[in-house]
């Protein structure tokens, strides 16, 4: 628990003395009737307290001298709900094992919350990002008013940017539980192109990630699971996944495991019957090139969109080679025509969420790699099977090839290089 006393003094040290900051977690969510989505804590709420039961609120009240209290409203124990739902952590263990300094039942939180105002200047929290809790806030500064308490806040700031500048920097735990995640999908990934049959369903290559990576300690996806085959590849979120494997196409699967809430994002595309024909292997090529000098650019220093430019010349001059595009390079970059065969962006922060938390420009200028952040690497190229005047072989491949990547003191490192990425090992793995 020293992690999150770590993250929440950072958090403190930047709020202003006679000040507070309120979060508020995930609630369980509806999926149908009276069966809910299986319950996934609020990333910033978990970043900073670890705690992972819904209906709750943290806070964070910095006095005037500087002092610091952690406060957690939370469900209260009750035998007859956990009878139902299983034990609740309730306030003693919320001091205990969580090291609140106080901790309430989170049904008297509107007596509680106007009290804790008294005093402050300035009230943090996710400004206009949850309706209940902008109207909870204002419900609580009228009473704290009511009350006539000698000064309450007059400020209202937005808390998520400094704690997504946190979350951007991960610790070793984080990359602890980052690996994990990278490498059960990696092996996943590795399993999916083991089994892949013509014939099969999309979704039961689906179910064989999913599988994997439960039984290997992820309790869930990072994200709904793309398997694509064919000219499916060329949807981008394609998330059905109920066609038939056809021998001759390539798959595309796009899935991650979360592990501890950590996320990985993994793309590879493989053929069905394990083998590429030439035209997917000419296309697979470009991408792998793209990726793999995308990646090495990945370093202390370089800016975010060195990444993004490296890639996109490749691809484009790659395409203009093999007779898909004609022209000058630099003016079809210009001229955005790339854009109907490769209309992504070539990565994304990577952490509790999927696309993590953390700005990509400061100032309106990119911003450098530096130790401890974590991105993927993915660019793609897709020749949907409706595009006119383009040579036949072409049509219907989809090919993208994603990683996750560390930026380390001396460069990188890939978390995911567990899953088969070139052509050799991906027609070695189908034996
Ligand atoms: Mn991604």
């Known amino acids: 628990m ?199 369903q999309e979704y039961q290559l689906e179910a064989i990630f999913n599988a994997k990576c439960l039984d290997a300690g992820c309790r869930a996806l990072a994200y709904n699971s793309i398997v694509a085959s064919g000219n499916n590849a060329c949807t981008l979120h394609y998330t059905a996944n109920d066609q038939q494997l056809m021998a001759g196409d390539l798959v595309l699967v796009d899935a991650g495991g979360e592990y501890n809430n950590y996320a990985a994002d993994i793309t590879r595309t493989f053929p069905v019957n394990g083998k590429f024909t030439e035209a997917q292997r000419l296309i697979y090529n470009l991408v792998l090139e793209a990726q793999l000098a995308g990646i090495a650019e990945v370093k202390p220093g370089n800016t975010w969109d060195r990444v993004q430019i490296v890639i996109l010349e490749i691809l484009v001059k790659g395409l203009v080679k093999l007779g898909i595009l004609n022209g000058d390079y630099k003016q079809l970059i210009k001229d955005n025509e790339y854009k109907k065969f490769y209309m992504h962006s070539s990565g994304h922060w990577l952490g509790l969420d999927v696309h993590d938390a953390g700005k990509y420009k400061i100032n309106d200028r990119w911003r450098k790699f530096e130790p401890g952040m974590v991105l993927t690497v993915e660019p793609g190229l897709y020749i949907a099977n409706n595009i006119s005047g383009i040579e036949s072989k072409w049509l219907g491949i989809g090919v993208r090839i994603e990683d996750d990547v560390l930026v380390t003191k001396k460069g990188h490192e890939v978390l995911s290089s567990a899953a088969p990425k070139t052509i050799e090992e991906i027609e070695c793995a189908a034996i």
């Open 2 to 200: 020293d992690e999150y006393v770590t993250r929440r003094n950072k958090l403190a040290a930047q709020m202003h003395n006679g000040s507070i900051a309120i979060l508020r977690g995930a609630a369980i969510k509806l999926r149908n009737h009276d069966a809910d989505h299986p319950f996934r804590q609020d990333s910033d709420f978990y970043y900073l307290t670890g705690f992972n039961e819904p209906n709750a609120v943290f806070v964070l009240s910095k006095d005037d001298k500087g002092n610091v209290l952690y406060i957690l409203f939370n469900q209260s124990s009750d035998p007859v709900a956990e009878v139902w739902t299983g034990k609740r952590v309730g306030q003693d263990n919320a001091c205990k094992i969580y090291q609140a300094d106080a901790a309430y039942d989170i049904a008297k939180i509107d007596n509680i919350m106007p009290d804790l105002f008294a005093g402050k200047q300035i009230v943090y929290y996710p400004l206009g990002a949850d309706e209940k809790l902008d109207l909870d806030i204002l419900n609580w500064l009228k009473c704290s008013k009511n009350k006539a308490l000698s000064f309450i806040p007059n400020t209202l700031t937005d808390i998520l940017p400094f704690i997504h500048e946190l979350r951007l920097f991960k610790s070793d735990q984080e990359l602890e539980f980052m690996r994990k995640a990278a490498v059960i999908s990696a092996h996943a990934h590795l399993d999916l192109m083991r089994s892949c049959k013509a014939g099969m």
